[in-house]
């Protein structure tokens, strides 16, 4: 059979811009997004090139590529190559566009041509679609209603994996000024944190230029409300949605880790593992953790007369609320300090309380996305003085106040339950 070394794709930037965009800034994006796509070594034996159309529709302009792709040298006559090779355009493509350099209007990919029939590459996990179902069951006189789950994220299905060495990080990220990291799309809401940016994301560019041989997991963690999460979830949008694993610590069970690490992730593990709240896991779960954080790479798990092994590189970004009960995790009788599983985590971040002008931010941010007087935020501070507060969820919570901040009723009230509860004699 004669193999046809090429195939077709279509993005599109999702959604549609209101207004029209420049000629000139679509064409370097999609230059950008093509070399990435191609990287270096694949660059020397295929070849891209594109036509754009653009369209005024009802929801604003629609601007969409049609992508082809040609293999002109290399071992272009062997369809395994080609295959292996064309898969792994589409999958950078995929991971290329949700990255969040064209953030807030990523290329998606519509349509794709692919003569060698691969699976069309996802910017994102799959989900599951369970129709929902109202079947009833009578019950004496009663009628019991089955419920059934809706949505059902499957842990782990990716139909590519970015590998370590695609993972493109923004210089900025890495030795930029405060102002130019808080002005980056991935992380343009979240305030007084451009250190703690900076030194979580040179852990993830050491990862990718020494190929996963530094890897130096990193704990952000302090009181809840003070940005941890938003930060994963900024170094998530860098990475893309094919690097990295994301569990939740208080549904995750040593069971399913394993069965996870050890029967699933059949496309590859990827490079980089999130959870939040870790200190909350179930400390069973966790132990599995303690040989794939260490120099031993690996899950294992032992049943009778057969063991099952699975070596991988990873590198684990958590959150803790508690840190002090995550060091206790797996400590000795008598041992001081951090234990085993804080120990595999040498980057450790405090993230404090905001402080005045940082909350003042927040406060502002809040009044310009949602509506509202910017001259309630004077009062909220000093309501938050009075309240002894500084943390930003209860601080944004006093804007409830609305008008009658600025007349002082808002406050009189609080302060009157404030009072009450400080006097009340079970207090």
């Known amino acids: 059979m004669k193999i046809k070394p090429e195939f077709s794709v279509t993005v599109a930037r999702n959604p549609c811009s209101i ?56 071992r272009k006559g062997n369809i395994d190559v080609v295959e292996r090779e064309s898969a792994r355009i589409l999958g950078r493509l995929a991971d290329m566009g949700s990255k969040s350099y064209f953030q807030p209007y990523p290329w998606v990919i519509r349509k794709n041509d692919d003569p060698i029939e691969r699976a069309e590459a996802k910017a994102k996990t799959p989900h599951i679609k369970v129709k929902a179902n109202e079947s009833t069951a009578k019950a004496g006189n009663s009628v019991v209603k089955e419920e059934h789950i809706a949505d059902v994220s499957e842990v782990g299905n990716y139909d590519f994996v970015t590998p370590i060495e695609d993972i493109h990080i ?44 530094r890897r130096h997991n990193v704990l952000f963690y302090g009181d809840p409300g003070c940005a941890k999460s938003g930060i994963m979830t900024g170094m998530k949008q860098v990475l893309g949605a094919n690097a990295y694993l994301e569990l939740d610590s208080t549904a995750t069970t040593k069971a399913g880790i394993e069965k996870l690490f050890l029967e699933g ?36 798990k032992v049943n009778y007369r057969k063991a099952y092994v699975r070596k991988f590189d990873i590198v684990c970004i958590a959150t803790a609320n508690d840190k002090e009960a995550f060091d206790r995790l797996f400590r000795g009788g008598n041992q001081k300090g951090r234990g085993a599983l804080s120990s595999r985590f040498t980057k450790q971040i405090p993230v404090p309380r905001p402080d005045e002008a940082i909350l003042r931010r927040i406060l502002t941010r809040d009044i310009h996305t949602y509506g509202g007087n910017a001259g309630w935020v004077d009062p909220c501070i000093d309501l938050a003085k009075k309240l002894k507060t500084d943390d930003p969820r209860e601080v944004m919570g006093l804007l409830v106040g609305g008008a009658r901040l600025l007349d002082g009723t808002y406050q009189k009230d609080l302060m009157s339950i404030y009072k009450a509860h400080k006097s009340s004699f079970l207090t």
């Not at 979240?190 to 852990?203: D, E, N, P, Q």
């Not at 939040?276 to 899950?299: M, P």
Request: hydrophobic residues 40%; charged residues 25%; proline residues 3%.
């Open 170 to 213: 923004d210089p900025i990220l890495i030795s930029g000024t405060d102002e130019e990291v808080e002005a980056h799309p991935a992380f343009s809401n979240i305030y007084g944190r451009a250190a703690h940016i900076r030194t979580a994301m040179s852990v993830c560019q050491a990862a990718v230029e020494t190929r996963m041989q």
């Open 19 to 74: 207004k029209r965009a420049n000629a000139e800034a679509i064409q370097r994006s999609i230059g950008r997004l093509l070399t990435r796509a191609l990287g270096t070594k694949l660059s020397n034996t295929w070849k891209a090139t594109f036509t754009l159309d653009e369209k005024h529709l009802e929801g604003g302009w629609l601007y969409q590529v049609t992508i082809l792709f040609k293999k002109f040298g290399g």
């Open 265 to 300: 992730l059949k496309t590859g593990v990827p490079p980089f593992v999130f959870i939040e709240e870790i200190e909350k896991t179930d400390e069973a779960a966790l132990r599995v953790w303690l040989s794939a954080l260490d120099e031993r790479r690996e899950i294992r």
